[in-house]
């Protein structure tokens, strides 16, 4: 009975403990699939598959394309931001909160709002290294203006926005 139990737990568990094959095919792409696809996307399974450094990897790449295809410039843009929180935190790779930053800026200075929000925390929290109460007002005024424009902004940025706005501009 014990031996039976075993075998069962061990069957039952393992998919839930396998990660997801990041192959281009296991992702549904092709071989013909745009490189900055398949960067983008093998990332971004590395990523839910807690390998941050692979993650990172791939995301780094993608940022340094000197030539991407416009149809997939947003997902080099959406790296960018990426990279900032895994090296914000030093997920996967060595933490470097002023490279997070740069990484952020260069972000929203291409149309990511989701940096924002990023550089309201990294500028408004007292624990960081990072913290600057000038540039905090200033990021954290105009995230919480584009989530607020959001026809469904995330309720748990919205209460950490607005904890950052009254922090920092009272």
């Not at 807690?50 to 790449?61: C, G, T, V």
């Not at 990294?122 to 913290?131: L, R």
């Amino acid at each position: 009975m014990r031996n039976s139990m075993l075998l069962i737990l061990a069957l039952f568990s393992a998919p839930v403990l396998s990660k997801e094959d990041c192959g281009p095919e296991s992702i549904g792409l092709e071989k013909s699939s745009n490189v900055a696809e398949k960067l983008y996307y093998t990332g971004t399974c590395h990523y839910r598959n807690e390998d941050y450094e692979l993650s990172a990897r791939s995301w780094e790449e993608l940022s340094n394309l000197k030539k991407v295809d416009p149809e997939f410039q947003g997902l080099q843009v959406d790296v960018l931001n990426n990279l900032g929180y895994l090296t914000f935190f030093g997920f996967g790779i060595k933490q470097n909160q002023q490279l997070a930053v740069s990484y952020w800026v260069k972000a929203v200075s291409l149309g990511h709002y989701e940096s924002e929000y990023h550089l309201c925390h990294a500028y408004a929290d007292k624990e960081q290294s990072t913290y600057n109460l000038a540039k905090a007002r200033k990021h954290c005024e105009k995230a919480l203006l584009i989530y607020k424009g959001m026809e469904n902004p995330d309720k748990d940025i919205m209460s950490t926005l607005k904890k950052y706005n009254a922090q920092v501009n009272g």
